[in-house]
């Protein structure tokens, strides 16, 4: 989207089974003029529902069951921010977040799911909620990994008899008996206990799928207790209202979804249970700006299950009356269907259908059903990426500025960002931004020399916030490159001009996300200048000591010396893949938590540990930054490939032949430096270009050992050694190992 246009966000709160479906259609129309759209949501991968047993069962991968909420946003030209929201501001039009500043909207909508309805004391403690579904994956790995663990007899309750406890507890059982006979243990070991507190087990659904479904359970010996409502859960067991106590050794919690309690704290109208109150058009009853979708919303007069069904059904209409709020357009309600089919899965593969009065079962059921969800998944992974959508041709909302204007925005706006911020007071600085003039006075401590390095970039990610701590990451790292401490910084940043709140959302939040990076090492912001530009742009110039006894120069390594590196390699070619949608949002999602991760405990660490000569790792890739730390006659390094760590996902994209647009250039310029050998994913990915990426170091071989594992303790855990030092000799200065 030409930026100048931007004027009003759409922002999305959840990526739910609604939302999915507006953000295809999104990136299927045209864009609508003036509007920015933004997802937020605390999971990347949205697991779909109708597969999740599926999933639990072995029956599917994790990629297969998800749909990545990464490429889908790349798809929709939305701007994807990873964060839990924990409230709304709605007077100020703003949703509060768990790690960043307030996200202003102009138009939200929430599809954020429901919360499992834990009422028995002890049960949040002592049970396992198979709600939220977003994040039920990961404790049903922690479950099944203790129950494999545990010798001899497991018993295992689920509390809960509708659809997904029925579902739930045969899918676990499959698996388990799976993993059992796997492990050559009898299928006897488990045995399992479904707690119903209504008469009857699946109480929503016909008396034939009822029978039908008790047949499953009878076969399966699954022991039934009806009427039998669990009044509090202890360690390895459970107390029902009659009195009884049921020992089990792990419980699953399966009863009705219950509702997040943010949305009525913000002061949007819910009803009783707390879910949101919205029209037949998917508005909010009491808040014309905001629409609601998926097990979160209560549509008024239309009191339907909570179900993954009806939330993939509102996403259509969902979408129409987003797009018509925006365009100012009259809202189209819809009516949500009264009958559904419903296909029950019992763990093999098997499956009961219902629909209205009617129910039948069998293994075509099953294969019926995996057609359906198999169709419904390619709607969201087989996207064909389209060339971003323009707004030519419409008229921008903002009128064009002359260029000297631009710098005015600076200093208001980096008041602004710093206002909220806890900036470390540095005894050192006589002026710095407290007392501003026309440029900053800082003293050196005393027998120290200034260690100065400047960096910048354009956005490479549609995320401000993280783009900023990223930038400042990255920034920092040549100082503790240099054995240095960081002192100040000066920042130099553009916003493309938009609306002027536009502008100023972008700015505090990339500022922010800078400012938090900076703190934690102690580095004070003295200054800088903001300005209108192209495209959003953030850089520092990072002002440090040392005394110069103590810095680390690139050089200095001897044969008696040892090479590690602290960080994984792959940033260049997870960005580079996600250009072009082929990189998984959890792949993602760990370089990010890598490249924002500051190198200052890592270069103390290694100062400690008698490094004798340091640098990062960035845009030459390793191999190139390496070469800096050889000279013509010093000491040459075996480099031992299969010891570099890489991140996650950058040996499947470099084995697809993903590269970075500098890989060419870096892989050239080191042909002539090494040991020709073949070449191989990992080979190559030494010299992928690396953003803030780790340090790598030279020092004693004695000290390695105690070295990683300090380096393991301060969050760096992937460091490693990669290489050893040895003597001068003719030829290639990397000798590689392996390949
Ligand atoms: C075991 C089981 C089996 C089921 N089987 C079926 C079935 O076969 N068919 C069916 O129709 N239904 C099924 N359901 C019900 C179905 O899973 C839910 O109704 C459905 O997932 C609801 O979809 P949703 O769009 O409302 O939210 P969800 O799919 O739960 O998505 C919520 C999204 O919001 C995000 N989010 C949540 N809270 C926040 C927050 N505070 N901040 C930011 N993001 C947030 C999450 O990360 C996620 O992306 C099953 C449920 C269970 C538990």
Known sequence: MNNSSISR??????????????????????PIPGVRLTLISRELHTPYSGMLPGLIAGHYTFDEAHIDLGPLAHFANARLFHDEVTGLDLERQRVLCR????????????????TPTI???GAATHAVPIKPVSTFNQRWEELRQRVLERRGKVRIGVVGGGAGGVEMLMAVRHRLR??????????????????????????????????????VLRNAAVEVKTRCHVSAVELGRVHTQAGEAIDLDEILWATHAAAPAWPRAAGLTTDDEGFIRVSDCLQSISHARVFAAGDVANVTGYPRPKSGVFAVRQGPPLTENLRRVLRGAPLAPFKPQRQFLSLITTGDRHAVAARGEWACAGDWVWRWKDGIDRRFMRRYTDLAMPAMATTAGTEPAVAMRCGGCGSKLGAELLREALA???????????IGLETPDDAALVRLPPGMLAVQTVDAFRSFIDDPWLFGRITAA?????????????????AIAHVPLADPRKMRDDFVQMMSGALEVLAAEGVTLVGGHSAEGAELSLGFAINGYVAEHAALRKRGAQPTHTLILTKPLGSGVLLAGAMRGQTKSRWLEAAYACMSQSNGPASRCLREHDAAAMTDVTGFGLLGHLLEMLSDDGP?????????PMLDGAVELATLGIRSSLYPDNAHA??????????????ELSCDPQTAGGLLAALPRARADACLEALHALGFRHAAVIGEFIEAAPGARIVVQSA
């Open 9 to 30: 966000d759409l922002v999305l709160l959840g990526g739910g089974h609604a939302h999915v479906e507006v953000l295809r259609r999104m990136g299927m129309q045209p």
């Open 99 to 114: 790690n960043r500043p307030p996200v202003a909207f102009d138009v939200l909508s929430i599809d954020t799911g429901s």
């Open 119 to 121: 009422t028995a004391p």
């Open 178 to 215: 799976q993993d059992g006979a796997a492990a050559g243990q009898p299928t006897t070991q488990f045995h399992f206990v479904l707690l119903c507190a209504s008469d009857d087990l699946l109480p929503q659904s016909n008396a034939r799928v009822r029978a039908l479904y008790q047949d």
């Open 420 to 430: 909220g911020l806890q900036q470390g007071a540095r005894a050192e600085i006589v």
């Open 474 to 490: 990255h920034c920092l790292s040549d100082i503790f490159a240099m054995g240095a401490t960081a002192q100040t910084a000066l």
């Open 636 to 644: 040459r390094v075996a480099l031992d490939l299969e010891q570099i």
């Open 670 to 683: 080191l042909t002539r430096a090494m040991s020709a050998g073949q070449s191989s994913p990992r080979l």
